[in-house]
């Protein structure tokens, strides 16, 4: 992860178009111009806006009505769930960008992570997209360093030949996801809805670190 540069208020704004961003700067009172570039509200919210302000303006950015999709597992809204997880980075060309792998039995949650290095850090928030189901033996299917696979592995890598960066066990209960990573320790976040991504009604979450 050397070579990464950490701008968690930016990396918060990355995936928002620029018509999202002009409403999120209006929730945080912030004028801008239906003319501006999505450079230049970046600017301009970053310049008002901390990372608690940002993540306070996303939460209030997309409405929380209507109903949810038949089959579509809300993390929000699970009673508890238990099981072992693993990060993964699969992009040479952004390194940061990666996935959790939640384990459900028979399969695993994934949940792309805008940046593997804050969400390991435990120090910031982060927006997780649910990305579907895989094969649960799909859990452990990465290198552990160059031409290593890792120990555990039930299955040979997929063509992204990812790299396992931690792994430990999670918990998830009423809204709180905790980890034990073997690496980057205890980690703990709350888990508040976002939207659903289209297509395929998929949804997306904000991580807030919590003690």
Not at 20 to 28: D, F, M, P, T, V
Not at 74 to 93: I, K, M, N, P, Y
Not at 164 to 183: H, K, Q, T, V, W
Not at 197 to 207: A, D, H, Q, V
Request: glycine content about 8%; proline content about 9%.
């Amino acid at each position: 992860m050397q070579g990464i540069k950490l701008e968690p208020a930016r990396i918060l704004l990355a995936n928002l178009n620029p018509d999202e961003l002009r409403r999120l700067a209006r929730k945080g009172r912030i004028r801008v111009s239906g003319k501006d570039s999505r450079a230049t509200l970046v600017n301009a919210i970053t310049r008002k806006l901390d990372v608690d302000g940002i993540a306070d303006a996303l939460r209030r950015l997309f409405p929380k009505t209507g109903p949810v999709p038949q089959g579509v597992l809300r993390l929000d809204r699970v009673a508890r769930l238990t099981g072992e997880t693993t990060v993964q980075v699969h992009s040479r060309s952004n390194p940061a960008l990666g996935v959790l792998l939640l384990e459900l039995r028979p399969s695993c949650l994934r949940l792309r992570l805008n940046s593997v290095p804050l969400f390991l850090d435990g120090r910031w928030p982060v927006i997780a997209r649910e990305a579907g189901e895989v094969p649960h033996k799909r859990l452990y299917a990465g290198f552990i360093r160059p031409r290593r696979l890792h120990p555990a592995a039930q299955t040979a890598p997929s063509a992204s030949k990812p790299f396992i960066i931690d792994e430990g066990r999670f918990g998830l209960r009423a809204g709180r996801l905790r980890f034990e990573f073997d690496r980057s320790g205890p980690i703990s976040f709350g888990v508040a809805f976002l939207r659903f991504r289209k297509p395929g009604g998929r949804p997306s979450y904000l991580l807030t670190p919590i003690a």
